[in-house]
């Protein structure tokens, strides 16, 4: 029996036991909405906690979701895909799409079409019997 | 001797083009636009330090100067590293775990297109009319807002950060989900090579951490287009929750290089797996947790207890540096480049670790925080730690990726001129930071005392610079005047060893029995069947 899942929730485990550790000292040297010891003002003290109680969670749901999965073999899978043009068309419109935020919203809406043409050979290359 | 199959499918034998979605084609792509990329960042880096050499303004102008910094700090770490710690994986993984492929070849391809794209979105920020992002590599706020860098060329730059980050976190997960989903048969997970381990805890990081700093580009955008005043202790938090994995990021798949070079130019297994693996495991989880010391001069952070962690980070790095070391004890060491270059990495890194410790002591923080000591700090890790790994790994995989060796004599002189490089450029910054020389200046006082120091580090990045021109020859020569490496040049211990060179589209014709850490020595002792 295979048991990778056990890997990303034992990792996720120990993040919150450090996360935990953070919590208290938190905890322990709070006072309101900032916690002050010595010369030292943690601003916003809830946060660098729950960042890391975040990251836990996520690597134990990781976990979870791995034991919920088959795991797969190893062979058999295609080692090369028709697909890899509009892969990288649609790749090449997600970057002119997000580029429009520094250069306006008409490229935007270029990158989107280009992507949208990309997309449109992906499911086509997948349609399509090898 | 016993054999499992691996059935490639008819059609599969499609060439290693620019479009493949083979995992090898798809990482020696993005080697290689890593490799474009580091020779930009290289540039960059050679007119910093030629602007730094003596007092006085004599290459750019000081807004030129802050942009020189921030692109060459922004691509070794975005456009570099990063996916280049990732691409290893990319290429090695499915070999090491008897995989024929990747699990999501495509989205890999997608994630190197998104990555060049941001790359050259980062760089076409020199043709606006303000030039390219000039906030450091950090982009805090408020410095990065638009009161202090106007012009798109910093949006640029923002959205091409995201973009390349969101590049390697796609990576990462397809990477991680591999070795999860998609080992053969017998390869239980304690069966990993070392490498593939630190691939994992490397990869887990990313996906975990890595999200936060593509958060903090939202955050500086919002700040610079919405009016948003982001709080300034926000965006360190989410930065910095990003930007200190990422160090380690950038260190653990160099440890798994030379983890794999040393048992195998030592001709002994690798000593003390399990601890290993633990000491990953720990490691990473501080790895995590010690952000906060990026904070200790603003005095808004929990000091005690990240200095604590940061500190205990040499504990769980002790038992790594004792493995390897231990490896190699007792061994018939052969001294070939790639050895040269992991102990080199050993030694070079472990001046880093040991200023890491000193950084991470907040009163001597506050003294040394933004001085040249942080300079030489982190570039003792980034550079001589990262670099010293990748070049192991390069050398002893050459072979294994294009079925030729590169030149010894060669890739001893890249060797040498790289550790008299390194050190000539980075040692000196120490002294230049405990002196009081402060990071990201374009000029200082011709009395000050720092010219012969400044003098020094820009003669050794000279020596750098013709390494890496010793390198490019090296794999020029050795590609067009080919000696035949064979399969298995340095009798290595995993996976890829007992397939040919280089591997086939599927990767195996047929799969060894996996019964430890180490099929392809294994397969080798077992003997002809």
């Given at each position: 029996m295979r048991r990778s899942w056990i890997w990303p929730a034992a990792w996720g485990a120990l993040l919150a036991l450090s996360s935990a550790g953070l919590w208290g000292y938190t905890a322990l040297s709070s006072s309101g909405a900032e916690s002050c010891r010595v010369s030292v003002c943690i601003g916003k003290p809830w946060l660098a906690p729950a960042l890391l109680t975040a990251s836990a969670a996520g690597a134990v749901l990781l976990g979870c979701a791995i034991l919920l999965l088959r795991e797969g073999r190893?062979?058999?899978?295609?080692?090369?895909?028709?697909?890899g043009p509009a892969v990288a068309l649609t790749a090449v419109g997600a970057v002119v799409a997000a580029a429009g935020g520094a250069v306006g919203i008409w490229m935007t809406w270029v990158g989107i079409g280009v992507a949208a043409v990309g997309l449109a050979g992906i499911l086509a290359a997948r349609r399509r019997p090898r | 001797m016993t054999t499992a199959a691996v059935e490639p499918r008819a059609g599969?034998?499609?060439?290693?083009?620019?479009?493949?979605?083979?995992h090898k084609a798809v990482a020696i792509r993005l080697g290689w636009l890593c490799g474009a990329f580091f020779l930009a960042g290289g540039v960059l880096a050679l007119l910093v330090r030629s602007e730094l050499?003596?007092?006085?303004?004599?290459?750019?102008?000081h807004q030129g100067y802050d942009q020189l910094f921030t692109m060459h700090g922004s691509t070794m770490v975005y456009l570099v590293v990063q996916p280049l710690a990732v691409a290893l994986g990319v290429y090695l993984v499915p070999l090491q775990i008897g995989a024929?492929?990747?699990?999501?070849p495509r989205t890999a391809l997608f994630a190197v297109w998104i990555l060049a794209g941001g790359g050259a979105l980062m760089y076409l920020g020199?043709?606006?009319?303000?030039?390219?992002?000039?906030?450091?590599?950090?982009?805090f706020l408020p410095l990065s807002s638009d009161r202090f860098v106007q012009g798109s060329g910093m949006d640029m730059w923002i959205v091409g950060v995201a973009l390349a980050n969101l590049a390697v976190i796609i990576l990462a997960a397809v990477v991680l989900l591999t070795i999860l989903l998609r080992?053969?048969?017998?390869?239980?997970m304690l069966r990993l090579s070392p490498f593939c381990w630190t691939q994992v805890v490397t990869c887990l990081m990313v996906v975990f951490a890595f999200p936060a700093v593509i958060a903090a580009m939202g955050l500086v955008y919002a700040d610079r287009?919405?009016?948003?005043?982001?709080?300034p202790i926000w965006y360190l938090q989410l930065f910095w929750y990003y930007g200190h994995p990422a160090v380690y990021v950038m260190f653990f798949p160099f440890v798994g290089c030379v983890a794999e070079v040393i048992p195998a130019l030592s001709r002994k297994r690798f000593f003390g797996y399990r601890p290993f693996v633990l000491s990953l495991m720990v490691f990473t989880t501080l790895s995590m947790s010690v952000w906060g010391h990026h904070l200790f001069?603003?005095?808004?952070?929990?000091n005690e207890y990240f200095a604590a962690t940061s500190t205990a980070l040499a504990i769980v790095a002790g038992v790594e540096y004792f493995d390897l070391i231990a490896t190699m004890w007792g061994g018939s060491l052969l001294l070939r480049t790639p050895l040269l270059f992991a102990v080199a990495f050993l030694l070079q890194f472990l001046i880093g670790g040991l200023t890491g410790v000193i950084v991470a002591s907040p009163p001597l923080d506050y003294s040394?925080?933004?001085?040249y000591f942080v300079v030489a700090h982190f570039h003792y890790t980034l550079f001589a730690g990262s670099m010293f790994g990748l070049f192991a790994g390069v050398y002893f995989w050459f072979p294994k990726v294009t079925g030729v060796q590169l030149r010894e004599g060669l890739g001893q002189i890249h060797f040498w001129l790289l550790v008299a490089g390194t050190n000539l450029t980075f040692m000196p910054m120490f002294v230049l930071g405990y002196d009081g020389m402060v990071r990201r200046v374009a000029d200082y006082p011709?009395?000050?005392?720092f010219t012969g120091m400044n003098e020094l580090a820009t003669a050794g990045s000279g020596v750098i610079a013709a390494s890496m021109l010793v390198f490019l020859a090296n794999v020029a020569v050795s590609l067009r005047w080919r000696r035949a490496a064979g399969d298995d040049p340095w009798e290595g211990?995993?996976?890829?060893?007992?397939?040919?060179?280089?591997?086939p589209p599927g990767n195996f014709d047929r799969l060894p029995p996996i019964r430890s850490s180490t099929p392809a020595l294994d397969l080798r002792r077992a003997g002809p069947a």
């Open positions: 190893a062979t058999g899978a295609a080692a090369d895909s028709p697909a | 599969e034998r499609a060439p290693l083009g620019a479009l493949s979605t083979d050499a003596v007092p006085g303004m004599q290459i750019v102008s024929a492929n990747l699990i999501a020199f043709l606006t009319h303000d030039g390219a992002g000039s906030a450091g590599w950090t982009a080992r053969a048969p017998g390869m239980t287009h919405f009016g948003a005043h982001v709080d001069t603003t005095g808004r952070s929990a040394l925080n933004d001085t011709s009395d000050a005392g211990h995993s996976l890829e060893w007992a397939t040919t060179s280089p591997p």
